[in-house]
Structures are given as C-alpha cells and as structure tokens.
C-alpha cells in the first residue's frame, strides 16, 4: 500500500510536469509563429529598402550624367580677372547651369 501511495504521488508529480511541459510548449509556438511573421515583415522591408536604394542610385547616376554632358556641351569660361570667382549652379531640370559671379 505504502508502494503504491508513493507511486501515486509520483504519477501526480510528472501529469503536472507534463502540463507545465505543455503549456510551454504552446507558448513558444506563439512566440516562434510571431517571430516568424515579424522576420517576413522586416524581409519585405529590407526588400523595398534595397529596391528603393537601386532606384536612387540610379537616379543619381542619370543626374551626374547630365551634369557631365552639360559640362562638355557648355563649357564655363573663364575671365581674365583674378579678383571674380566662377560657381556652377545645376539645376534641376535639363536647361543650362546657370554662372553667378562674387566680388571678393
């Protein structure tokens, strides 16, 4: 009787180990689905990040070959006077880069 008592009282002691076990379990299966939903989510992100870097470089990579292609149509000459300073203003649009002279 003693044996079976102890027993028992073993058998309880592992059914709530084994609920505990459960009940962890489920609780990372929340937390893993979670996880997994917020890595697709910052996957997505970094996809348009990397997506919109590419389209800025290469709008970046269109505006330094107007510039340049500018610079070879419309070459700034310089005057004769060493007291003007030249600076080459690009705008944004496709016309002619403006020159704006400073008296030192």
């Known amino acids: 009787a003693e044996k079976k008592l102890k027993l028992e009282e ?8 084994n609920e505990e076990l ?8 929340v937390i893993t689905r ?5 890595n697709a989510n910052l996957q997505e ?3 348009k990040e990397m997506e919109e870097k590419k389209k800025l470089s290469k ?11 500018e610079d ?20 944004a649009n496709s016309s002619p880069a403006k020159v704006r002279t400073l008296r030192q």
């Open 59 to 69: 709008t970046n990579e269109e505006l330094l070959w107007k510039l340049q292609e």
């Open 22 to 29: 459960r009940a962890r379990i489920e609780q990372n299966t």
């Open 34 to 38: 979670q996880l997994s939903e917020e």
């Open 72 to 91: 070879a149509v419309s070459p700034v000459k310089l005057p004769s006077t060493s007291s003007t300073s030249f600076y080459r203003c690009s705008s």
């Open 45 to 47: 992100y970094v996809e």
């Open 10 to 17: 073993k058998i309880t002691v592992l059914q709530q180990q």
